[in-house]
Nanobody, 124 residues
Framework: QAQLVESGGGLVQAGGSLRLSCAAS????????MGWFRQAPEKVREFVAA????????FYADSVKGRFTSSRDNPKNTVYLQMNSLKPEDTAVYYC?????????????????WGQGTQVTVSS
């Protein structure tokens, strides 16, 4: 069983950058594909990015492609989301999630474990 804790959120001006971290406890972190999701007020949770167990494969929502990059450090049990060129519409609570399995998915239903979220606010 994995426990996930996000950090790195905060307030940033439009055009700025933030790096989110998601630290996982438990063993076998490398067995989990990881995902990032976000939820803005009064909106449904949406997919942001996913990264394979080894970190070799990633894919992104169209809305963040070219601006966000996900990476992971398996010995440190941590996955990252580097967010550049932030826009006010990126404002949301960001969640990391873990799933056992090899393929990447944007469907939140396919993730087994979730963090508590970290707030990202982008001012205009």
């Amino acid at each position: 069983q994995a426990q996930l804790v996000e950090s790195g959120g905060g307030l940033v001006q439009a055009g700025g950058s933030l790096r989110l971290s998601c630290a996982a406890s438990g063993r076998s972190f490398g067995n989990y594909a990881m995902g990032w999701f976000r939820q803005a007020p009064e909106k449904v949770r949406e997919f942001v990015a996913a990264i394979s167990r080894s970190g070799s494969y990633t894919f992104y929502a169209d809305s963040v492609k070219g601006r966000f990059t996900s990476s992971r450090d398996n010995p440190k049990n941590t996955v990252y989301l580097q967010m550049n060129s932030l826009k006010p519409e990126d404002t949301a609570v960001y969640y990391c999630a873990a799933r056992q399995g090899t393929y990447l998915t944007s469907s939140s239903d396919n993730y087994d474990y979730w963090g508590q979220g970290t707030q990202v606010t982008v001012s205009s």
